[in-house]
């Protein structure tokens, strides 16, 4: 397990999650880096906002926030993000790799072309699962 800050200190207090890394900002922006790369869901845990607690980079399969908000129906667990996915249509090749790879269901691909809907969350995992790198974030309007 990687930590910065003082939740370093507070996780290392906690056997199951002992011996914990402190890494430094320059280190968690490389590992988020490879964690997105790889397709992991990212998801920043407050105790109170402002104050980050967690930023938890796990498969959708495994995603305690994606388990929970599935089995109660309940959208409000998981915040939009500031950004929401947008697909370039002339790249595009209808693979449906992003829609494979989406963990809110909001992409489909209609007419050989990717097609974002409302419910984009911004997460971005699509992106990297789009091997025409035909999707990229953008700020919502």
Known sequence: ????????????????????????????????????????????????TPYICTICNCNNAECMLFHLKDRYKSLTIVRKGHEIASVTRDTCNGCGDCQNSCPFNAITVHGGKA????????????????TAGAIRLMPKL
């Open 1 to 48: 397990m990687h930590t910065f800050g003082d939740m370093a200190e507070i996780v290392d207090n906690i056997p199951e999650f002992s011996p914990v890394q402190d890494i430094d900002a320059e280190d968690a922006a490389e590992l988020l880096m490879n964690f997105d790369k790889s397709g992991l869901v990212h998801t920043i845990w407050t105790f109170k």
């Open 115 to 130: 097609v974002i809907s409302e419910e984009c969350y911004g997460c971005g995992i699509c992106r990297n699962f789009c």
